[in-house]
């Protein structure tokens, strides 16, 4: 299934490329089209018919997504999750609010990969059976029965109230709705997401709800535009996206999903791009900014466990790795190279010395 994987991935990178009147075929893949291009093959489709499964979910159910280099659709998305959240279940609302977790961090799987990232392949596969059938609504019917069930019945902390709200700073939410996908019955999550869909509490038609609140959230990134670009008549601090838990998030979210040239790296390192001057090498002691123009800011960093200080960032990040190439015949020294990264292309410049040919 592998080889399997790949040629899907490739296939449709190519496709993309043609489109666009050529081009590289890594621009056009973006990390997490993996997880949708394996469930077909789960499933024991085809290359051909999972090529087309994947590019019908891709045009679908994660409509926007993967070809929205602003991240608008996702960021829509996440609001309607978090309005619904809020309308849904008010208390977890407030200990999400209590404890600083931006929902985002709980809708990544069921946005961008459809529960295929944490559910079980099998349980997976049920799940896309709804989606295929009811289409994006359910996507969000079926998160919110899994966070029917995210909060314990008892409080996480001896002693202390199930409604206070200090209860809810160290709990693990994300983690809490990775073991609930892992572990839960599959058919009651179906039932119940049904039963939301069909009669939501509150009354009123879900997916009509549904289009009601992206309909909202276009109308306030249209507002936020029309601020950006010197809007007259709207308050700066009514639309300051930018202080939500949302906006701070979602900013660490774009230079990661893009492309890894813009993650945050350990204490200790430094990234190299073709941004920087081989005249203004990064201090390895010194915890300066490297400002890269397309992909944010690279800054040193640690992992740290517990409560942070409000004074202390916290960033998506991933731990330092060692990437190695043999240069190419061709290659100039001076010249910038690009490689695949974990995270997906990257370019950096080798060391001074090196030559065509060598391993570096």
């Not at 929205?68 to 659709?73: G, K």
């Not at 994006?136 to 995210?150: G, M, P, V």
Request: proline share 7%; with cysteine.
């Amino acid at each position: 299934q592998d080889a399997a994987l790949v040629n899907i991935l490739f296939s449709h990178c190519s496709r993309r490329a043609s489109e666009e009147g050529g081009g590289e075929l890594q621009r056009h893949y973006v990390q997490g089209m993996h997880m949708l291009a394996a469930c077909p093959l789960w499933a024991g489709l085809s290359e051909r018919w999972a090529l087309g499964a994947f590019e019908f979910v891709l045009a679908t159910l994660c409509a926007g997504y993967y070809v929205d280099s602003t991240f608008d659709a996702f960021e829509r998305d996440v609001r309607v999750a978090e309005a619904l959240v809020l309308e849904q279940y008010p208390k977890l609302a407030e200990a999400l609010q209590a404890a600083g977790v931006s929902t985002m961090i709980l809708v990544f799987d069921p946005l961008l990969c459809l529960f295929t990232r944490n559910a079980p392949p099998k349980s997976a596969l049920r799940l896309w059976d709804v989606l295929l059938v009811e289409g994006d609504a359910a996507i969000f019917a079926i998160l919110l029965a899994f966070l029917e069930h995210l909060l314990p019945d008892e409080p996480p902390l001896p002693n202390t109230p199930i409604d206070d709200m200090s209860t809810w700073e160290d709990f693990p939410f994300a983690e809490r709705l990775k073991e609930l996908a892992a572990t839960a019955d599959v058919e009651l999550l179906v039932g119940r997401a049904g039963q939301l869909m069909d009669a939501p509490p509150g009354g009123g038609d879900f997916r009509h709800r549904i289009k009601e609140l992206r309909r909202a959230s276009a109308r306030s990134d249209g507002a936020r535009r029309d601020l950006s670009h010197g809007g007259a008549g709207l308050r700066r601090d009514v639309l300051a996206h930018d202080d939500t838990l949302v906006g701070k998030a979602l900013a660490n979210v774009r230079g990661w999903w893009g492309g890894s040239e813009g993650a945050s790296v350990a204490s200790g390192q430094h990234a190299q791009a073709d941004e920087q001057s081989p005249a203004s090498p990064v201090s390895r002691n010194a915890p300066e900014v490297v400002e890269l123009s397309r992909h944010g800011e690279t800054v040193p960093c640690e992992v740290v466990q517990g409560p942070l200080p409000t004074s202390v960032r916290e960033a998506f990040a991933t731990r330092p790795v060692e990437c190695s190439l043999v240069l190419a015949e061709s290659y100039q020294p001076g010249d910038v190279v690009t490689l695949t990264g974990p995270h997906g292309r990257m370019t950096l410049r080798p060391p001074i010395g090196a030559k065509p040919g060598a391993a570096v």
